[in-house]
């Protein structure tokens, strides 16, 4: 991380919202080591990591709950409908709705910081 | 029931020629188009995230999760289920871990990010050797696959058979590139999920559109075993084994992979998945009432007897349902299905030779467009012809231990080398090289040694290794020895360029 050229990142102004006008301009190796970029690639990865960990208790969770508790799965939760069903499809739906909450979460508010380091960029 | 299945009815005859058709003008299309490596092997980055997630969609649901897994449901019920779910998690584990950085660091193939800021040559031979395995096994797998069925379906001698899938395969490819493989995959996924839902839609018509009252015939008839786990996952290890092989091998299969590099940006990439995720898993969703359906409608033991295992169960359903003129179709689909998969599998392990070891490897990353293309064309060809003739080969042979090979090599070989080389600063070039050659020769070696090769097929008393699937182990191998030989293999210029190529990976600087 010492490897960056830029010693220390200088105060930036903040872009006014929705402005273009003040607009600081820097290299490359200053816009890797400012603050902002930093957080932004610790927050895409601290989101991955909870949405996978939650696939992962979710589907790991449903295998060993179907290897180990056979007793449990198999009662009737709706007419002729063990609960081993309603889980395996619950998995599958959940498991979308974690890629639909990333996008959600990338287009809302990943998109917007990376355009705004983009512009900072000196070209 | 009478069937017509095995000998070519007018109905299956004029679906197949209507599909080979209809892919054949999109090829001319496309070949059109075609002029360029990059649109050769990625069509030209013009493909839109909808037309991704649906042409990814094509290219991951294969014969043996249509015509497999709705079998093994008619047969053994709620196992099937379990499978299934195995198939769609890797999905959103791609999306966290592998699609955006992937799209930005990469060209053409998942070496490209691989060997980014380490050296070029020892790093794609190791990664054409890992994604080559890949998708030579799948390969396999799929063409002995698609032999059989359309031997059952159509009545074609299997060798004919296999020689059609690889001439018509190699046309799509060979001529429109990427371009006309993703429409081939297109049009395959709009045609496999409509023919489903038709089957769904009929099947629920019976039971007064309820699933709750085709559970309770299929209990009525099969006991309640039938809805309920049962021999499937007796052990605990294995199952999470098999899981991890199913949702990681997904983050390493080249022609997946490959794919990303199709659309404009990583947003695009990021959206597709999405849509991909949303269709298959509607798909996985509803093919169980269609493997229920069969079980109660057209009976286990039917199915069993046209062919063990079950593969037929949806096409016998569909001609109970819809007549010969629904099989007609349903066959044609399963048809596309096998000619989309195969056609996107000829077209990474063509990239894996030409990109990685011919234009980064023997040219040294120098050689002309026109020079690039012609490779491309003859691995293309190499590539297809080794299909048909490993198709031919392996006749008769059992080789549905194939895919998960395929799946455990992917998991252990390439997907620890992408994830390390994308997030881990000290990843070196002695490392990348080792993880991928450990990861492959402990995911094969072990799967040679388990009771899946050395009893089933070699016939030996008792497995060496005692697990069918080996993944657990050969990944955690993988990963471990990545970090050991790069922590003792320190390599400063990469270490530096992990910071300047964060640009690039994050924020899309600079990407192809």
Redesign the interface.
């Known amino acids: ?1 010492e ?2 050229a830029a010693p220390a990142t200088p105060s930036v102004k903040q872009v006014p919202a929705g402005g273009h006008s003040a607009r600081t301009h820097r290299s ?2 200053e ?2 080591a400012s603050p902002e ?1 930093k957080a ?2 610790k927050r ?2 601290s989101i ?2 909870l ?2 960990t939650l ?1 992962f208790v979710s ?2 969770g ?3 709950l ?3 508790d ?1 007793a449990f ?2 009662q009737m939760v ?5 609960l ?2 309603p889980i ?2 619950g ?3 959940f ?2 709705l ?3 909450l ?2 959600a979460w ?2 809302r508010s990943y ?1 917007p910081e ?1 355009e705004r ?2 512009g900072e ?1 000196r070209r | 029931m009478q069937s017509s299945l095995g000998s070519p009815t007018a109905s299956s005859i004029l679906f197949f020629f209507l599909i080979v058709a209809l892919t054949l003008v999109v090829t001319y299309w496309a070949a059109r188009r075609t002029k360029t490596s990059s649109e050769f092997y990625a069509a030209g980055r013009s493909v839109s995230a909808a037309q991704n997630g649906l042409a990814l969609a094509g290219d991951y649901m294969s014969a043996a999760s249509f015509l497999g897994i709705s079998g093994m449901v008619a047969l053994q019920g ?1 196992d099937g ?2 499978y ?3 198939w ?2 890797g ?3 791609l ?3 592998v699609a955006e950085p992937l799209r930005n660091l990469g060209k053409f193939t998942f070496a490209d990010v691989v060997a980014f800021r380490l050296q070029q040559r020892p790093v794609r031979i190791a990664a054409a050797v890992g994604g080559i395995l890949t998708v030579l096994f799948y390969t396999i797998a799929q063409m002995v696959g698609s032999g059989q069925l359309i031997k059952l379906m159509f009545g074609i001698p299997y060798e004919w058979a296999e020689i059609i899938v690889g001439s018509v395969m190699l046309a799509y490819v060979l001529f429109g590139g990427m371009l006309a493989t993703t429409w081939v995959q297109i049009i395959k996924a709009v045609l496999l999920l409509f023919g489903v839902t038709i089957l769904t839609v009929l099947v629920l018509s019976k039971f007064g559109w309820s ?3 085709l ?2 015939a299929v ?1 009525a008839k099969y006991g ?1 075993a039938a ?3 049962g021999g499937f ?4 290890l294995e ?2 084994s098999l ?1 991890l092989a199913l ?1 990681f091998g997904l983050l390493g299969l080249p022609h997946i992979l490959m794919r990303f590099y199709t659309v404009p940006d990583a ?1 695009a990439a ?2 597709s ?2 849509y991909a ?2 269709l298959i ?1 509607y798909f ?2 509803i093919i169980p009432i269609v493997g229920f359906g069969a079980a109660v409608l057209v009976g286990r033991d039917l199915v069993n007897k046209i062919a063990p295992g079950g593969n037929m169960a949806a096409p016998l359903l569909a001609e109970l349902l819809g007549g010969q003129a629904f099989l007609g179709f349903i066959s044609a689909v399963a048809f596309a299905t096998i000619l989309a998969v195969v056609a996107g599998l000829t077209l990474a392990g063509a990239s894996a030779f030409s990109h990685d070891i011919y234009m980064s490897v023997i040219k040294r990353g120098k050689a002309s467009e026109e020079a690039q293309l012609k490779v491309a064309r003859i691995a293309t060809i190499v590539f297809g012809v080794c299909a048909i003739g490993l198709g031919i080969a392996f006749k008769g042979q059992n080789v549905a231990f194939m895919v998960g090979l395929a799946f455990a090599i992917a998991a252990s070989a390439n997907f620890p080398a992408l994830l390390m080389s994308i ?1 881990w ?1 000290k990843f070196s070039t002695q490392g990348a090289v080792w993880s991928i050659l450990v990861g492959a020769v402990s995911s094969l070696g072990m799967i040679v040694l388990s009771p899946t090769v050395w009893v089933s097929i070699f016939k030996f008393e008792k497995a060496i290794f005692p697990m069918k699937n080996p993944a657990i182990w050969s990944m955690t191998l993988a990963f471990a020895v990545g970090i050991v030989v790069s922590l003792l293999t320190p390599e400063p210029r990469a ?2 360029m992990f ?2 190529e ?2 690039r990976t ?4 600079g990407a192809e």
Request: hydrophobic share 55%; charged share 15%; no cysteine.
């Open positions: 991380m490897k960056v490359a190796a816009v890797v970029f932004l690639v895409r990865w991955s990591l949405l996978l696939l589907y790991y449903f295998i060993l179907v290897a180990g056979k799965v198999s709706a007419e002729n409908t063990p081993a069903i395996g499809v998995v599958i739906v498991a979308w974690l890629t639909a990333y996008v990338a287009n998109d990376v380091l983009k960029l | 709620y289920m379990i299934a779910t195995g769609l998690v999905w959103p584990a999306m966290f871990l699933p709750a009252n559970y309770g209990s309640k809805l309920v786990p996952v007796s052990s605990p199952a999470v899981g949702m947003k990021r959206k998945v999405l995720t949303g898993g996985y969703v997030v600063k270490q530096e910071e300047e964060k640009l994050y924020l899309g600087v």
